[in-house]
Nanobody, 123 residues
Framework: QVQLVESGGGLVQAGGSLRLSCAASGRVFSSYAMGWFRQAPGKEREFVASINSSGGNTYYADSVKGRFTISRDNAKNTVYLQMNSLKPEDTAVYYC????????????????WGQGTQVTVSS
């Protein structure tokens, strides 16, 4: 069982930056690939970024590539999402997720989810 708690969301102007954190409970964090997803009002949940268990491989949605960076610290049981050059279309609730997979973009491949943190980007 893995419990995930996101933090770091907030209100930022377009062009600004935020760093999201996702703290995981349990001793097996380093066995899980981690992903970030987001869901805007009236839209489906969409993939943002993923990182494999060791942190050696990452994958990004085209919409955030070059602006967002996913990383993890297995000693701290934490995964991060550094978001730069934010745009109003990045406004959404951001969720982290954990799965015993290599790396994946499909939400149904992840077993555990956090409650989400709101990110609002004003124009």
């Amino acid at each position: 069982q893995v419990q995930l708690v996101e933090s770091g969301g907030g209100l930022v102007q377009a062009g600004g930056s935020l760093r999201l954190s996702c703290a995981a409970s349990g001793r097996v964090f380093s066995s899980y690939a981690m992903g970030w997803f987001r869901q805007a009002p009236g839209k489906e949940r969409e993939f943002v970024a993923s990182i494999n268990s060791s942190g050696g491989n990452t994958y990004y949605a085209d919409s955030v590539k070059g602006r967002f960076t996913i990383s993890r610290d297995n000693a701290k049981n934490t995964v991060y999402l550094q978001m730069n050059s934010l745009k109003p279309e990045d406004t959404a609730v951001y969720y982290c997720a954990a799965g015993r997979i290599a790396i994946a973009t499909m939400p149904n491949l992840y077993s555990y989810w956090g409650q989400g943190t709101q990110v609002t980007v004003s124009s």
